[in-house]
């Protein structure tokens, strides 16, 4: 099976832009999460998509927004683009969400997209 | 509430010998645990994971890690160290608590593995 693809995976935005970015899960994966890694605060859980409803939220502003599709791609969008949002933001995939699963499913994880916001 | 420790963040060792990775946790109910790797500019791979079966549990490329309840540790170690496992190493607790469900990243271990 192919992994987790991200696209695009480099990525230089101004301040003030909006960006979106994409993710493909592994086939048959219908969980997408999405994570932020940071130099200063680490990796930190955005949001998690399963059958295109968003099933739980991290401490992000609203600024930060995804949605999933019925193929369960998924996307997210960041508006007002600040030089803070500079970050590599990883996508994730499993088989079932957490309240199925409790938790034990297995995250597939992409290569990232690294985002500069200059 | 949850949380997740990694007691160092650099860990430095000879090729050859054996690495301990240290991770602490805290959480209100049973969680899962994990153990990822990160190698520069790539995304996570998954090491090894706890999910209330055996306490130790063995992973990939001859990783292993204990879950130990009474010390709220989840400690991941090999016995002998390869240049190629110079990386960075998360762990990460994956839980329901009473604000819903997490996922907590520990802040990272980076490994450096000397010839």
């Known amino acids: 099976k192919a992994g987790v693809t991200q696209t695009p995976r480099y990525l230089i935005k101004t301040r003030g832009q909006q960006v979106t970015l994409s993710c493909s899960p592994i086939s048959g994966h219908r969980s997408v999460s999405w994570y932020q890694q940071t130099p200063g605060q680490g990796l930190q859980f955005l949001f998690e998509?399963?059958?295109?409803?968003?099933?739980n939220k991290g401490n992000f502003p609203g600024r930060f927004s995804g949605r999933q599709f019925s193929n369960s791609r998924s996307e997210m969008n960041v508006s007002t683009l600040e030089l803070g949002d500079s970050a590599l933001y990883l996508c994730?995939?499993?088989?079932?969400?957490?309240?199925?699963?409790?938790?034990?499913?297995?995250?597939?994880f992409g290569p990232g997209t690294r985002l500069l916001v200059l | 509430a949850q949380s997740v420790t990694q007691l160092d963040s650099h860990v430095s060792v000879s090729e050859g010998t054996p690495v301990l990775l240290r991770c602490n946790y805290s959480s209100s109910y049973s969680p899962s645990l994990f153990w990822y790797v990160q190698h520069p500019n790539k995304g996570l791979q998954l090491l090894l994971k706890?999910?209330?079966?055996?306490?130790l549990v063995k992973g990939i490329n001859g990783f292993e890690a204990e879950f130990k309840k009474s010390e709220t540790s989840f400690h991941l170690t090999k016995p002998s160290a390869h240049m190629s496992d110079a990386a960075e190493y998360f762990c990460?607790?994956?839980?329901?608590?009473?604000?819903?469900?997490?996922?907590?990243f520990g802040a990272g271990t980076r490994l450096f593995v000397k010839a």
């Open positions: 994730a995939s499993s088989y079932t969400g957490p309240g199925l699963a409790g938790g034990q499913e297995t995250q597939y």
């Open positions: 998509y399963f059958s295109e409803t968003q099933r």
């Open positions: 706890y999910t209330s079966a055996a306490t």
């Open positions: 990460v607790v994956r839980g329901w608590h009473t604000g819903g469900f997490k996922t907590i």
